[in-house]
C-alpha cells in the first residue's frame, strides 16, 4: 500500500514539475536515498568493486553516489515522459540499421537490455519513432497496487507490460505477442529465481537464458540494445547486430550467444558505472 501511494506521487511530482525542478531535485533525493537504503547500497559497492576493480577507493565511493544520483535523474525524467509522452526527448542511437534490418520483414523482435540509465525514455520514444508496438517484460511486483500505477503509466505512453514470474504460461503471452509483430524488452542482467542462467561470465554473475530461449521458440532475431542518459532528457542508444538462434537451440548455443553480449555489455558499462542500475545480487 505505501509503495503504490509512494508511486503515485512520483507520478505526480514528475509530471507536474517545470523542468529546472527535474534537474535540481533528483541528485538530494539521491543523497537521501544513499544514507537510508544500507542494503542497496552495498549492492551497488559490491557491483562497482566488479567493474572498478582498477581503480582507488576514493573514486569508487563518488561512483556509489554517482550512482543513486543516475538513477534518481532517470527515473524522474522516465516517469516524467511516460506521464507526458509529448515532452521532447533527444535519442542519439548508434547501431540504427540493425533495428531497421531486424524489423525489415513484419516479424517480431526481441529487444535485449540491461537496467542502466534511460531505458525507460527510449522505451516509448522508440515505440513511436519505429511504427510498432512495444511491450516490456517485466517481473512480477509484490505490491499489486505499485504494479498497477506503474503498468497504466507505461500504457499510456503507448508501452505495454507483459508479466512473468508467476506462472509458466504467462510465457505464452510473449511468445504472442512476437508473433503479432511487435518489439519485446527484454533485461539480460538479472536473472529471476529459478529461472536459466548463463556461466558467470558477466562481471562474475550470469545473465539470463530466458529472452533467448523465447527468440529461438518464437523464431525471431534478438538485438542487443544498450541505453545510457547523457544529459537532461538526452539517451544514447547503441544496438548491435540481431543474434537469430535455430528453433531447437541447445544451452550451449544460448550460452556462445551470450558470451559475446556479456562483452559488449561489459564495455558500455565500463564507460559509465554509474549508468547501471542494479542493486546487487
Given at each position: 500500500?505505501?509503495?503504490?501511494?509512494?508511486r503515485r506521487a512520483l507520478v505526480e511530482?514528475?509530471?507536474?514539475?517545470p523542468r529546472p525542478a527535474l534537474a535540481?531535485?533528483?541528485?538530494?533525493?539521491?543523497?537521501?536515498?544513499?544514507?537510508?537504503?544500507?542494503?542497496?547500497?552495498?549492492?551497488?559497492?559490491?557491483?562497482?568493486?566488479?567493474?572498478?576493480?582498477?581503480?582507488?577507493?576514493?573514486?569508487?565511493?563518488?561512483?556509489?553516489?554517482?550512482?543513486?544520483?543516475?538513477?534518481?535523474?532517470?527515473?524522474?525524467?522516465?516517469?516524467?515522459?511516460?506521464?507526458?509522452?509529448?515532452?521532447?526527448?533527444?535519442?542519439?542511437?548508434?547501431?540504427?540499421?540493425?533495428?531497421?534490418?531486424?524489423?525489415?520483414?513484419?516479424?517480431?523482435?526481441?529487444?535485449?537490455?540491461?537496467?542502466?540509465?534511460?531505458?525507460?525514455?527510449?522505451?516509448?520514444?522508440?515505440?513511436?519513432?519505429?511504427?510498432?508496438?512495444?511491450?516490456?517484460?517485466?517481473?512480477?511486483?509484490?505490491?499489486?497496487?505499485?504494479?498497477?500505477?506503474?503498468?497504466?503509466?507505461?500504457?499510456?505512453?503507448?508501452?505495454?507490460?507483459?508479466h512473468v514470474g508467476g506462472d509458466a504460461?504467462?510465457?505464452?503471452?510473449?511468445?504472442?505477442?512476437?508473433?503479432?509483430?511487435?518489439?519485446?524488452?527484454?533485461?539480460?542482467?538479472?536473472?529471476?529465481?529459478?529461472?536459466?542462467?548463463?556461466?558467470?561470465?558477466?562481471?562474475?554473475?550470469?545473465?539470463?537464458?530466458?529472452?533467448?530461449?523465447?527468440?529461438?521458440?518464437?523464431?525471431?532475431?534478438?538485438?542487443?540494445?544498450?541505453?545510457?542518459?547523457?544529459?537532461?532528457?538526452?539517451?544514447?542508444?547503441?544496438?548491435?547486430?540481431?543474434?537469430?538462434?535455430?528453433?531447437?537451440?541447445?544451452?550451449?548455443?544460448?550460452?556462445?550467444?551470450?558470451?559475446?553480449?556479456?562483452?559488449?555489455?561489459?564495455?558500455?558499462?565500463?564507460?559509465?558505472?554509474?549508468?547501471?542500475?542494479?542493486?546487487?545480487?
Open positions: 500500500m505505501r509503495d503504490a501511494w509512494l511530482g514528475a509530471s507536474r514539475a535540481a531535485l533528483p541528485p538530494a533525493i539521491a543523497l537521501i536515498a544513499w544514507a537510508l537504503s544500507g542494503r542497496k547500497r552495498r549492492g551497488v559497492r559490491e557491483n562497482l568493486a566488479r567493474v572498478m576493480a582498477a581503480e582507488r577507493l576514493p573514486a569508487r565511493w563518488a561512483a556509489e553516489l554517482g550512482t543513486f544520483s543516475a538513477y534518481a535523474r532517470s527515473l524522474a525524467e522516465g516517469v516524467a515522459v511516460l506521464a507526458e509522452p509529448s515532452r521532447p526527448v533527444t535519442l542519439d542511437i548508434e547501431g540504427r540499421p540493425h533495428l531497421e534490418r531486424a524489423l525489415a520483414d513484419g516479424r517480431g523482435v526481441i529487444v535485449l537490455t540491461a537496467h542502466t540509465t534511460g531505458f525507460e525514455l527510449a522505451g516509448g520514444k522508440l515505440a513511436g519513432e519505429l511504427g510498432r508496438r512495444v511491450a516490456w517484460v517485466m517481473a512480477r511486483e509484490r505490491d499489486d497496487g505499485a504494479r498497477r500505477v506503474s503498468d497504466e503509466l507505461r500504457r499510456r505512453a503507448g508501452v505495454d507490460v507483459l504460461l504467462e510465457a505464452l503471452s510473449v511468445l504472442r505477442a512476437l508473433r503479432q509483430g511487435a518489439i519485446v524488452g527484454a533485461h539480460v542482467d538479472r536473472v529471476p529465481a529459478g529461472a536459466s542462467a548463463s556461466p558467470p561470465f558477466f562481471f562474475g554473475r550470469p545473465l539470463a537464458r530466458g529472452p533467448l530461449w523465447l527468440a529461438a521458440r518464437a523464431g525471431v532475431v534478438a538485438v542487443p540494445v544498450w541505453t545510457r542518459r547523457e544529459g537532461p532528457f538526452r539517451v544514447r542508444i547503441r544496438a548491435h547486430p540481431p543474434i537469430e538462434l535455430p528453433r531447437r537451440a541447445l544451452a550451449a548455443d544460448v550460452d556462445a550467444a551470450l558470451l559475446e553480449l556479456a562483452a559488449s555489455l561489459s564495455a558500455w558499462i565500463r564507460d559509465d558505472p554509474c549508468a547501471w542500475m542494479d542493486w546487487g545480487g
